[in-house]
């Protein structure tokens, strides 16, 4: 038998897998039905739009204007569907077997639905200490909008939260350690010219599985280096290219080949000192091939910036909270990328734990199991409970 606030709960996902807002798309239509939503429970938001006024994110506050409150955050984007083999329609939630099954369900519309369907306990809690929603917009092309929504609750509130939970799927289990992540695309111009004046001519091809090879070169030397964190799977900061696309015909050297690569950093690992290196070893390789070749040139773009790792240290005051609220004592890490870097770098004591399984995320037949909401639901009961002592 499903509580009510289950019920409750499973109703407001609904609604929010029917807004089919892609990450880069204009999310105001989901943000009304959550600004109606607030408004109906009489909760006072804010929105931080982008420049153009057609996405917004959104924070407010329920309970007391006190220290020591707690954020608790999610994106409203999710990943597309084109192309992929869904045995149901994406954008309309249904239920089979316990599951419930559609795009965005696990990642990550279900917290968000938990979140809501937590208004009217949050309000009738008789709360001590204040209780933060968080939502933003264009995370999944790049966790565009969590440095300014982090920076405007920080600014906006004299009486500042100290904690955040971000919400991704985490079965529930607390995640002190995400990896960071820059997307990157790298041009190289070289000479075009018939492929019997290889030697006279500069490649782009070639030259660019140089600097494919220098990036995997880079990875094994930080191994060899010894920077490694054993919490993560794989130990280590890794780099990859995947895709390429450069060339008109097996005999015609390409003056123009493109490759897109990103960098996923361990805490300790700067991403801003990797493409520096990267930028000087093909500063040295331009500057050689301009003496065959003047115009040779090579452009590297990052596509968003840089999304910093989380690195939350286990003597940090959120994990006892954490762990009492969850019910989980087992500490975990992740290496996909997230917002709660940006939230740590802002200063806030920052975790990951939401329900559902990380798995499930981007592919087709995306689904959250129900017990995960239900122990989410739980959570944010615990949560209310230490709250109001």
Known sequence: MQSPSLLHCIQILKDLVSYDVLGGQSNLPIMDYIIRFLNERDIEYHLVPN?????????????????GGLILSGHTDVVPVEGQDWHTEPFILIEKDSKLY???SCDMKGFLACCLASVDMFKNAGLKKPVYFAFSYDEEIGCLAGPELAAAISNHYKLKPEFAI??????MKPVIGQKGICVLETTVYGSAG???RIRQEVSAIHLAARLISWLEDKMDQLIADGRLDERFNPPHTSLHVGMINGGIAPNVIADKCTFYWDVRVIPQ???LTIIRDFEMYC??????LKLRFADTRIVTEQHHPPVPPLGTDETSDIIPLIKKISGQTELSTVAYAAEAGQFANEGFKTVICGPGDIAQAHRANEFIDIDQLDKCLKMMDS???EFSV
């Not at 500063?283 to 050689?288: C, F, Q, S, V």
């Open 194 to 196: 018939h492929s019997s």
């Open 269 to 271: 690992d700067d991403i």
């Open 283 to 288: 500063k040295k390789m331009e500057d050689n």
């Open 166 to 171: 971000i919400g991704e799927p985490s079965m």
């Open 102 to 104: 559609g795009r965005g």
């Open 51 to 67: 420049k153009e006024l057609n996405k917004t994110s959104l924070f407010c506050r329920i309970g007391p204007s006190a220290e």
């Open 383 to 385: 949560l209310a409970n």
